[in-house]
């Protein structure tokens, strides 16, 4: 239990780094573009809605007080949310002559190529971690819920006592 719980709590940090990252990222083109059609940014408003939407639910499932693994659903849907962000975010990136999305070397550089590489990174970075944080709540649960079935279907024999 010790290590499941230190395993969520390290993937929880890792979705709100990831998405505040994006966030920060997506946020600067916004800002740079602000006086374009928002019709001709929907895909970055887009990435940058479910940045803030995974941003303020890795917090609140970051409180202590939280059944963390019970919230498996929330993390299956901003994994979902995520791929298709990453996706619009890397269909932008193909005419752009950056070259494969894939090839991640020099994302820490100033240019546009590096920019959008390395947002893109993080925004598969981030639904990857929201995947695992799902696969880890759903293997959690049925554990329990297996647990609690043995307990229940289980006999006692007429000459044991319950105590």
């Known amino acids: 239990m010790l290590l499941e719980d230190l395993l969520s709590l390290l993937l929880r940090i890792g979705e709100l780094a990831f998405s505040a990252t994006v966030a920060g ?3 600067e083109y916004l800002h740079s573009t602000r006086g374009a059609s928002a019709w001709s940014r929907k895909r970055f408003i887009y990435t940058e809605v479910i940045a803030g939407i995974s941003i303020l639910f890795s917090l609140l499932f970051l409180l202590p007080f939280t059944a963390s693994f019970i919230h498996y659903p929330v993390d299956f849907l901003l994994f979902i949310a995520w791929m298709i962000a990453f996706g619009l975010l ?3 990136i193909g005419p752009l ?3 494969s999305v894939w090839n991640w ?4 550089g100033q240019s546009t190529c590096s920019k959008w ?3 893109i990174a993080f925004c598969f970075l981030a639904s990857i971690f929201f995947l695992v944080s799902a696969l880890l709540g759903i293997y959690y649960v049925h554990r ?3 647990a609690i079935a043995d307990k229940t279907t289980r006999r006692r024999r007429w000459y044991r006592s319950r105590y």
């Open 105 to 108: 070397h020099g994302i820490t």
């Open 144 to 146: 329990r819920e297996r």
């Open 25 to 27: 990222l997506t946020g």
């Open 90 to 92: 890397a269909n932008f």
């Open 97 to 99: 002559n950056c070259g």
């Open 117 to 119: 590489k390395a947002d």
